[in-house]
């Protein structure tokens, strides 16, 4: 592997590993120019060659975007399969990819990718040798020639706008539901699917690979006080992702940049938490995700001197909630902080069916004092169902205080 020095080579490897790549060699060169032909200097490539030949590697990867004819002129020379930085991201994006939509979102990257890049001359190659880059639409697509590519891009694109129709229509169906979205957002490897999934009790893959989750994945959450929720996770931010992948990402996105409160999820055990938190904050930025609310999870505390879940508030800034998805504590700060923030967000009322115990009296009074009863119904026991309409911060003192309430 080449490049220029990378300043989080560990990063770069994960990639690699990600992808199923077995590293045999990690090599740092520094150029100011790369070569036009070949990106590295002929002495530098030639010496490429020889390790490659001692090693018995199959792959290169380079943590650099290569031209095409950089690609088909190292291939020709070190005598194996040459990837760039894009090429690597796709094939994980093409083996993470779990939905339809994840899946032309995939295939759309790879075509637009490919695109540039077609008569590269693999002949000359072991179709078998080394099959990272070559999964999904590479696969099958890498004979066609442009035309038939172009076709095929339009027929995914089609495709790909059908369901994002059907998400829309969804979405909005929620919204007039009044549901409030929650989205998770963070850098790959942060915690989000584990967080997900402890909130939500559902059940997505969490591993501890990059870019474990690609498609949005939608759950329902009920937060103490306020009522139901939908939750969503969301493919993990990187850094330098290339910018044809954010784009074709968007869709998976567009939960992030329509929530009501976004969780940003940062690994603090991370010593370089800080520059991946700043980069997500571009991301959010270009999705045009910014001015959404958000609170700070920051997780993984479980490996930090300070163990103790805490909420820190600073005027002007999110909050910040210290929590450890793993071992699932400081939940009850996140529902906390996550009624306040939504509470704000959303103001209005909230919909629903309420039932009272027959001793009960005081708080029925008050909520028919308040013109918060649509309706009543005395059941035969003795309990009072209500259906009633009222201020969402008003939710959660009246079920301490003995009210149940099943939103509508
Ligand atoms: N020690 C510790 N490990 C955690 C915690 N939360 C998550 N992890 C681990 O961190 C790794 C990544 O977790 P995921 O939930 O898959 O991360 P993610 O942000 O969804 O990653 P992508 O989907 O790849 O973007 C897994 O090995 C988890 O077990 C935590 O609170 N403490
Ligand atoms: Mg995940």
């Known amino acids: 592997m080449e490049g220029e020095p990378d300043p989080e080579p560990e990063e770069f490897l994960e990639l690699a590993r990600a992808a199923g790549a077995e590293v045999l060699a990690l090599e740092t060169a520094k150029r100011r120019q790369p070569d036009r032909r070949t990106f590295l200097g002929s002495g530098r490539a ?6 490659v030949k001692a090693l018995d590697a199959d792959l290169v990867i380079f943590d650099q975007d290569l031209s095409p004819a950089q690609e088909r002129n190292l291939e020709a020379l070190v005598q194996a399969r040459v990837l760039s930085r894009t090429g690597l991201i796709l094939d994980i994006f093409a083996q993470r990819a779990r939905t339809h939509e994840g899946k032309l979102q995939v295939e759309l990257a790879q075509l637009d990718h490919l695109s540039t890049r ?6 000359h190659l072991d179709r078998q040798k080394g099959g990272i880059g070559m999964r999904g639409a590479g696969e099958t697509q890498l004979e066609l020639d442009q035309r038939m590519v172009r076709t095929r891009i339009g027929q995914v694109k089609r495709r790909l706008a059908d369901v994002r129709a059907q998400r829309a229509q969804s979405r909005r169906a929620r919204q007039r539901r009044r549901v409030p979205s929650v989205a998770l957002v963070g850098y790959t490897n942060s915690g ?10 559902a059940s997505v893959l ?7 989750t690609l498609d949005p994945t939608l759950r329902r959450l009920a937060i103490p006080g306020l009522g139901p929720a939908v939750l969503a996770d969301t ?8 910018h044809r992948l954010v784009e074709a990402f968007k869709a998976t996105l ?13 690994d603090i055990a991370d010593p370089g938490w800080e520059d991946k938190r700043a980069e997500v904050l571009a991301v959010l930025e270009e999705l045009g995700a910014s001015r959404v609310p958000r609170i700070e999870i920051h997780n993984k505390i479980d490996l930090t001197e300070d163990r103790e879940p805490r909420v820190q508030t600073r005027p002007e800034a999110p909050p910040t909630v210290r929590v450890s998805a793993a071992d699932q504590r400081g939940f009850e700060l996140i529902y906390d902080a996550l009624a306040t923030e939504l509470g704000k967000a959303l103001g209005g009322s909230i919909r629903g069916r309420g039932t009272l115990p027959p001793e009960a009296g005081r708080l029925r009074a008050e909520l028919h004092q308040k013109g918060w009863v649509e309706e009543e119904v005395f059941d035969g026991d003795g309990q009072i169902s209500l259906e009633l309409r009222l201020p969402r911060e008003a939710l959660e003192r009246l079920t301490a205080e003995g009210l149940r309430f099943e939103p509508a």
């Not at 030639?46 to 390790?51: F, G, I, N, V």
């Open 46 to 51: 030639e010496a490429l060659r020889d390790q």
């Open 235 to 242: 493919v993990g931010f990187v850094r330098r992702l290339p």
């Open 254 to 266: 567009e939960e992030v940049s329509e929530a009501d409160v976004l969780l940003l999820v940062i």
């Open 118 to 123: 077609l008569v590269r001359g693999w002949t």
């Open 206 to 212: 969490a591993a501890d690979q990059l870019f474990a």
């Open 192 to 201: 989000k699917s584990t967080l997900f999934n402890a909130l939500a009790e």
